[in-house]
């Protein structure tokens, strides 16, 4: 591992956004019904984990894998409650708001090293 640097947080964050994409895209195919909806999945998916394993190069795979899902759980989130209208209610917000402390403990922890 090449030590902490901003390009593994860029990587990272480009990661993330593949993979909000990717999830949005696997929605919109609706059950592999829709066909460029589920090629753009794949593709985009495809990115995420690449750009994913190059950030891996410079961030701990526990401190990386844990903001990429939580991060994208967090925004997937709030692409369904927008784009999909989707419900979402006071539990649910307990719930991500406690993914969201997780992230930015764990974070914060890994500066410790």
Not at 41 to 64: H, K, P
Not at 86 to 96: K, M, P, R
Request: proline share 1%; with cysteine.
């Amino acid at each position: 591992m090449k030590g902490e640097s901003g390009l593994g947080w860029v990587l990272l964050i480009l990661a993330i956004l593949f993979e909000l994409s990717g999830t949005t895209s696997m929605k919109l195919s609706e059950g592999f019904t829709r066909f460029w909806p589920s090629i753009l999945m794949f593709i985009l998916y495809g990115c995420s984990f690449t750009l994913l394993n190059f950030a891996l190069t410079y961030i701990q795979v526990g401190v990386a894998y844990a903001i990429w899902s939580g991060v994208g759980i967090v925004l997937i989130t709030l692409v369904g409650l927008v784009l999909f209208k989707e419900s979402f209610n006071i539990t649910q917000l307990a719930w991500i708001l406690l993914i969201v402390v997780g992230v930015i403990g764990l974070k914060l922890s890994s500066k410790v090293h």
